[in-house]
């Protein structure tokens, strides 16, 4: 599975941005998930949605502003974003497995290359 992300970009503090993941192959046997890493720190988990698409799980630091979705007919996994904080700021991963993990585990077997998200103050 190959993974590209986009919809990264520049937005003020309070802004929306809705980030977008291709598949390349089919997605609805993948567990999905969207990480981030900032400018000197780890990456960090921020939201997954299960195979089934029934289940989502978001850090705290998103939940109530973000929300994961997915179309598996198009083998496409997004993240709306709203309320942006400039702590947001950072490179967003979308990552997919295929293997039943707990929903907040950082355990995946692929991984898009990252698109970049400013948030300004």
Not at 16 to 41: E, H, I, M, N, V
Not at 49 to 61: L, M, Q
Not at 79 to 101: F, G, H, I, W
């Amino acid at each position: 599975v190959q993974l590209q992300a986009c919809g990264g970009g520049l937005v003020q503090a309070g802004g929306s941005l809705r980030l977008s993941c291709a598949a390349s192959g089919r997605t609805f046997s993948y567990d999905l998930g969207w990480f981030r890493q900032a400018p000197g720190k780890e990456r960090e988990f921020v939201a997954a949605i299960r195979r089934g698409g029934g289940n989502t799980y978001y850090a705290e630091a998103v939940k109530g502003r973000f929300t994961i979705s997915r179309d598996n007919a198009k083998n496409m996994v997004y993240l709306q974003m709203n309320s942006l904080k400039p702590e947001d700021t950072a490179v967003y991963y979308c990552a997919a497995r295929s293997s039943y993990n707990s929903g907040y585990s950082p355990e995946y077997d692929y991984w898009g290359q990252g698109t970049l998200v400013t948030v300004s103050s």
